[in-house]
């Protein structure tokens, strides 16, 4: 089981930034690939980000590239197998059309490299925090 946490969220004006972090902890063997996803409202779902369990992969959405860095903090005790992962959503050049609940998932993997950008690959969500951008 895997337990994700968000916060960060806010209202910001136009142009302005924003910090989302999201804690996964849990006992697990491997490690989790993480991503951050939005709905704004009477909208689907959409991709924003994500990070690779060994951090060096990344994807982003087209319309947040140059504009949203992800990163994560990894640690796991080799002794329990607890694992805690810390991925960050750094938002810069805020836009209105950037307004939504973000979204943090994880997905247990065993591959280091694995990155995913469809929802249907996560198996665990948070819940979910209010980003509003005013123009």
């Known amino acids: 089981q895997v337990q994700l946490v968000e916060s960060g969220g806010g209202l910001v004006q136009a142009g302005g930034s924003l910090r989302l972090s999201c804690a996964a902890s849990g006992r697990t063997f491997s490690g989790y690939a993480m991503g951050w996803f939005r709905q704004a409202p009477g909208e689907e779902r959409e991709f924003v980000a994500a990070?690779?369990?060994?951090?060096?992969?990344?994807?982003?959405?087209?319309?947040?590239?140059?504009r949203f860095t992800i990163s994560s903090d990894n640690a796991k005790n080799t002794v329990t197998d607890d694992a805690k992962n810390t991925v960050y959503l750094q938002m810069n050049s805020l836009k209105p059309e950037d307004t939504g609940v973000y979204y943090c998932?994880?997905?247990?993997?065993?591959?280091?490299?694995?990155?995913?950008?469809?929802?249907?690959?996560?198996?665990?969500w948070g819940q979910g925090t209010q980003v509003t951008v005013s123009s």
């Open positions: 990070m690779s369990w060994s951090g060096e992969i990344t994807d982003y959405a087209d319309s947040v590239k140059g």
């Open positions: 998932a994880a997905v247990v993997v065993f591959e280091p490299n694995r990155v995913y950008s469809s929802s249907y690959r996560y198996d665990y």
